[in-house]
């Protein structure tokens, strides 16, 4: 931890009930700021479902705020969420494309909403517990990955702004999530052992077919090979995403004469999805080459420094927990950019977001709007 003197300050603190929240409140606690905590509710739709565990967060949040004996608020942001960002998730798969809901939340509630809501409280500062870092440098801050690699989610937060993050501190950013649960255990905090979440916040640990069956209506149609053979149907595009290995219904297909390299034993994995046809198509084997783009297109890019970076050599992440790759960037005026990678990536997917790193640096990214396959 750094040995810095810390002006005291009022922190508002995001407790979603988990580990690494609660142990940012107790660090800034002992840093000697003034410390409140807030509970953000998000979603309410089937609130009392066995999917849903914000009751229980709130339990524990509400407990972790008493031993550490600092006052917690709950606050509920679902219609703010419903509107700007499960709407656009929704409309994303409609559209056959896979959005990463994580990334608009913390754009639109937990940095925004909840930052305004932090502000009026009369916050100078607002911390969450997400293992990433915030450095100023040249008047400007910038947002570093957190020191954890297994734990790193400057993925996550790619779309702060300059505003946002010179209101934030991330306290954990700093510590191995090892040493996080051991100062937990430690001062005997009753989440200390409580599971990581994981999953999407209104999604919870449900089937995500049997979730978006409820939102999106099914339009089955043919599931292809690269020959263009018909072997099996599909329920609806937008249930299927690049790469996907698991739910074809096609396992006991075999490829008769499977080409570069393939074999009648090695597994389907979805490649494409042609919206206007209503075709999803299919390949075996995990490296075949429509599973591989030397290129990608981004769109609705966001810099953290609030400029796009110049043309050269940089590290990209095309999904979450994967190491940077390293490619060129070329940043256009429109808010997009395009990146050649010096290796082909697996399975990069439309929808999701293509980060930018300067090594320890995140300097932002966009969506991917398309990629180019290896010929």
Known sequence: MSNKQHVRQRVVVGLSGGVDSAVSAWLLKQQGHEVVG????????????????????????????????????????????KDRVFAEFLREYQAGRTPNPDILCNAEIKFKAFLDHAMRLGAEKIATGHY?????????????????????????????TQAQLA???????????????????????????KKDSTGICFIGERPFRDFL???????????????????????????????QRQGLGIGGV????????????????????????NTLWVVQGHDHPWLLSPRLAAQDASWVAGEPPAPGRL????????????????????????????SPQWAVTPGQSAVLYDGEVCLGGGVIATSAETA
């Open 38 to 81: 807030i509970f953000m509710k998000n979603w309410e739709d089937d609130d009392d479902s066995e999917h849903c565990t914000s009751r229980q967060d709130w339990i524990d949040a509400a407990s972790v705020a008493d031993v550490i004996g600092i006052d917690v608020e709950h606050v509920n942001f679902a219609a703010e969420y």
């Open 132 to 160: 990433a870092r915030v450095r100023e440098q040249d008047g400007r801050v910038q947002l570093l990955k957190g020191l954890d690699p297994l734990k790193d989610q400057s993925y996550f937060l790619h779309r702060l």
């Open 213 to 243: 069956n409820r939102y999106i209506a099914k339009e089955p149609g043919p599931i292809k090979d690269e020959r263009g053979r018909t072997i099996g149907q599909h329920v609806g595009l937008s249930f299927y995403t690049l790469g």
């Open 315 to 342: 590290g990209a992440k095309t999904r979450y927990r994967q190491s940077d790759a390293a490619c060129s960037v070329q940043a256009d005026d429109q808010s997009g950019f395009a990146l050649g990678f010096d």
């Open 167 to 193: 209101k934030t501190l991330f306290p954990v950013g700093e510590l191995p999530k090892t040493e996080v649960r051991r100062i937990a255990a430690e001062i005997g905090l009753p989440n200390a052992r």
């Open 254 to 277: 075999k490829a008769k004469g499977a080409q570069k390299g393939g074999s009648e034993h090695e597994p389907w994995f979805v490649a494409r999805k042609d919206m206007a046809a």
